[in-house]
């Protein structure tokens, strides 16, 4: 069964939050907002670091 799961692997908000520069209130609101996903484990989430990875490089619109 291992060899059908793809190599995943998962931060803690609080690790999300350091790569991103931002507070994990920020990281939660970005995960039950939607443009984040993530898999709750019991009363945490976790997010793939693959996730973590395109929210950085989605090209930010110019407010003008």
């Known amino acids: 069964m291992a060899e059908q799961l793809p190599d995943v692997r998962f931060l803690t908000v609080a690790e999300v939050a350091a790569i991103m520069r931002v507070s994990k209130m ?3 609101r970005l995960v039950h907002a939607g443009e984040l996903p993530a898999i709750r ?3 945490s989430y976790r997010v793939p670091e693959s996730a973590v990875t395109a929210l950085l490089h989605k090209p930010v619109a110019d407010a003008g």
């Open 26 to 28: 920020t990281v939660y």
């Open 41 to 43: 484990f019991g009363r």
